[in-house]
């Protein structure tokens, strides 16, 4: 369990969502994007497309990553990319990122992503984890160093 999250009331939620429900967001962290998917979004099973997370995902990391660059970046590798439980039409999705690691042009961000089940607050499960890299690049589009992690 990250540090923050908290044991809640029982899930009331039907669908299948074994051992890691039951939590609260984070309290320790503003999440940097916050989103509802629609119904465009969903696959042919009735749940939110996978591409349709990992474009978010993206975008959450690239939040910590530009701040950090303090400019341009890009992304440059998905390193690891964990979709834990699925997420449905109106469950709203909080996304927390952070640099983790950072090298001389590369920046690798952790991103979290939390549903709220039809925005309930008690109804949390944590739904995907990700490692994204980015790399900090001029205005010819070439590497250039970041500063070091605090
Ligand atoms: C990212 C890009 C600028 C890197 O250019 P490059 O000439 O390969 O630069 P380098 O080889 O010096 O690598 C730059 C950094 O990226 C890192 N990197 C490269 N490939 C990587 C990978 N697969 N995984 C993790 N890090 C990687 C390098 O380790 C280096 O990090 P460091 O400086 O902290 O050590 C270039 O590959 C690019 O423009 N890619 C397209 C990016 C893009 O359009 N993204 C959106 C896709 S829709």
Avoid at 16 to 29: A, F, G, I, V, W
Avoid at 47 to 73: K, N, T, Y
Avoid at 120 to 147: F, G, L, M, N, S
Wanted: hydrophobic share 40%; glycine share 6%; aromatic share 6%.
């Amino acid at each position: 369990m990250t540090t923050g999250e908290q044991h809640s009331s029982k899930n009331g939620d039907n669908r299948n969502e074994p051992d890691s429900s039951e939590l609260t967001l984070p309290n320790d962290r503003a999440p940097v994007l916050r989103v509802i998917p629609m119904p465009r979004d969903i696959n042919v099973a009735g749940d939110v497309f996978g591409g349709w997370i990992m474009a978010q995902v993206d975008l959450a990391g690239s939040v910590p990553a530009a701040e950090h660059a303090q400019g341009r970046i890009v992304t440059v590798a998905v390193n690891s990319f964990l979709f834990k439980q699925p997420v449905a039409v109106g469950d709203l999705c909080s996304f927390y990122a952070k640099v983790d690691k950072v090298g001389r042009t590369s920046m690798r961000v952790f991103v979290e992503v939390y549903a709220q089940r039809r925005l309930k607050p008690k109804e949390v499960v944590k739904v995907t984890e990700a490692y994204i890299t980015y790399v900090a690049v001029d205005e010819h589009r070439k590497p250039r160093p970041v500063p070091p992690l605090e």
